[in-house]
């Protein structure tokens, strides 16, 4: 009888340790924030934009690739002023959004796009785009209003966008929109969701 053995990879523990310890400092930190969400002022200190979605990346990735998600990204170095836990936590709800969506279609090729630049006037821009076929044109004017959820089977609560855009708004003092776009990739041509974080220039 031949007895096989997981062979223990030092460096993979490691890795996998670190994320569950960022992921637990920002379930911490998202308590505070929750706290202080309604507090007129507001500590605000100049961050890159670019280590969130690494740091958002870096904690959450693996849920990603075990439902065969791909994460492509193209990423500058931008900074703005403001919360960098308030910003991780709407690229966390954004992204956990294209999860639960793409997980659910029959497509292997599933995609998010994340990208980082700055826009014509200069301002920092984040896009986040995925290929789960968009959403109905009867609720998108919606998504971003309390208690709104498409997914209540799933114990959904409509208030992670709700949330995002009050961040991206009041606290940034930027914009969270939405659309459905079509785009190619590759040699294929996907149609999905694409949200657009538009936030203020650095002084």
Do not use: C, W
């Amino acid at each position: 009888m031949q007895i096989e053995y997981d062979i223990f990879n030092k460096d993979e523990a490691l890795k996998e340790l670190n994320s569950i310890e960022q992921a637990v400092e920002y379930l911490s930190n998202t308590i505070d924030d929750f706290q202080n969400f309604l507090k007129p002022k507001k500590e605000k200190k100049l961050f890159n934009i670019k280590n969130v979605i690494d740091k958002n990346i870096n904690m959450f990735g693996k849920t990603f690739s075990n439902n065969n998600i791909e994460i492509i990204t193209n990423l500058q170095n931008i900074h703005t002023m403001g919360s960098s836990n308030e910003l991780l936590q709407v690229t966390i709800n954004i992204l956990n959004n294209a999860k639960d969506i793409l997980k659910n279609i029959e497509s292997k090729e599933r995609y998010i796009f994340i990208d980082i630049f700055e826009d014509e006037g200069k301002n920092p821009t984040i896009t986040i785009t995925d290929n789960a076929g968009g959403i109905d044109e009867d609720v998108i004017g919606n998504i971003f209003e309390a208690y709104y959820t498409t997914k209540s089977d799933d114990g959904g609560t409509g208030l992670g966008l709700y949330m995002s855009h009050q961040i991206i708004t009041n606290s940034f003092k930027g914009r969270l929109e939405v659309k459905n776009k079509t785009y190619t990739y590759g040699e294929h041509r996907y149609k999905g969701a694409s949200f657009t974080i538009k936030l203020l220039k650095a002084k």
